[in-house]
Structures are given as C-alpha cells and as structure tokens.
T-cell receptor, first 111, second 113 residues
Framework: GNSVTQMEGPVTLSEEAFLTINCTYT??????LFWYVQYPGEGLQLLLK?????DKGSNKGFEATYRKETTSFHLEKGSVQVSDSAVYFC??????????FGSGTQLTVLP | DAGITQSPRHKVTETGTPVTLRCHQT?????MYWYRQDPGHGLRLIHY???????DKGEVSDGYSVSRSKTEDFLLTLESATSSQTSVYFC????????????FGEGSRLTVL
C-alpha cells in the first residue's frame, strides 16, 4: 500500500533560518505528491504539489522537488518567518480515490 | 475558498450515544472524504464517497458509517460513540483527478466522555 513518512517534530527555528522538512513515500506506480499546511484552529490548505518526477512545486517561498530515485519530496524554505509557524503535512495520491498523509511536523518560528 | 461547511463544529457527548457529523459542499465535486486527525497520526481516512450512494471504507472505518444521498451532503455517523473516537474530524472534497488537490473543511471537534 501507499505510505508517507515525514520528519518528526517539533521543529523550532529562529526567523530567517533555513527550513527543511523531510518526506519520503512508498507507493505503487507514480503518485502525485503534496504539501499541506495547517494553521492553528483551521483546516488543511494546499501549499504546493508535484505530479511527476523532477517536478518542482513552489509557493510562498516554499519549494519541494519530486525525486523518484530517492522517493522523496522534501520541503524547503530559505528564510522562514514567524507567520510560517504551523503544522506541515506531506501527502501522496496514487489514483483518484484518496490521499495518504504523513504524521505532520509542527514548526515554530521565533522572532 | 472552497465551499465546504461542517456541522457541528464542536460537540461533547457521552459514551454510547449516537453522533452524526455533516459535511455540505457547494462545489459539485464528485469525491467526498472523512478523515480524523489525532496527535502523532496525521490524518487518517475513515470513509470516502465517489458518487451518490457510492461509498467505501478507509483505513480506520470500524465504528463509523457514512451516507451520501445527495451530491452536496456526506454524513458521518458514530452509532455508539466511544472515548477512542474523541478526535477532530475533517471533511474534504475533490474533483477526482489523481493529480488534483483535496479541499478541506474547518473541522469538527468531537469529545466523547
């Protein structure tokens, strides 16, 4: 079956630090990959996605590249802000019927 | 924002009572999903629907049932709530493409005493 493993949290960084959250997946075939973000008290919002190998998804300064050879989709941002504090979820979708999520990584950015 | 409304947003109930959570969409999307979110587990799929009266089980379906009599509504029922079902429940919708995103509701927090 499909599964997603992401870096355990929590992660605490100072403002303007570099962020990496690791994510690896197992799937049959070639899934689409997603990063979702959840701000306190809210539902999940799509942050970025990539649908095939070597695609790079990007949004709001965040980037992630679909690496088929390492089955990875690591999330990066060059300079985090306090407003980036949230829970980040990696997810994969192999087929139309469902999305499989990682366990989430809590990020706290300190001023 | 995708038109997804969950109700109730908060509920406290006692063990053994029935509970129904409602998800309503205005996007006419084919797929609807119920997930639960628990610390350390991320989001886990309970049930999903791929059309009116077409539903299937997810990975944590025991103790839950669903119904979809109209495109816009997807109901999640706990026939006899247990404390292990205390969680935050999220509804999501999707057009169904395997490259498309899911859009999530704001969540329903259920506490079973």
């Amino acid at each position: 079956g499909n599964s997603v493993t992401q870096m355990e949290g929590p992660v605490t960084l100072s403002e303007e630090a570099f962020l990496t959250i690791n994510c690896t997946y197992t799937a049959t075939g070639y899934p689409s990959l997603f990063w979702y973000v959840q701000y306190p008290g809210e539902g999940l919002q799509l942050l970025l996605k990539a649908t095939k190998a070597d695609d790079k998804g990007s949004n709001k300064g965040f980037e992630a590249t679909y690496r088929k050879e390492t089955t990875s989709f690591h999330l990066e941002k060059g300079s985090v802000q306090v407003s980036d504090s949230a829970v980040y979820f990696c997810a994969s979708r192999a087929g139309a019927r469902q999305l499989t999520f990682g366990s989430g990584t809590q990020l706290t950015v300190l001023p | 924002d995708a038109g997804i409304t969950q109700s109730p947003r908060h509920k406290v109930t006692e063990t053994g009572t029935p509970v129904t959570l409602r998800c309503h969409q205005t996007e006419n999307h084919r797929y609807m999903y119920w997930y639960r979110q628990d610390p350390g587990h991320g989001l886990r799929l309970i049930h999903y629907s791929y059309g009116v009266k077409d539903t299937d089980k997810g990975e944590v379906s025991d103790g839950y049932s669903v119904s979809r009599s109209k495109t816009e509504d997807f109901l999640l029922t706990l026939e006899s709530a247990t404390s292990s079902q205390t969680s935050v429940y999220f509804c999501a919708i999707s057009e169904g493409s395997d490259t498309g995103e899911l859009f999530f509701g704001e969540g329903s927090r259920l506490t079973v005493l």
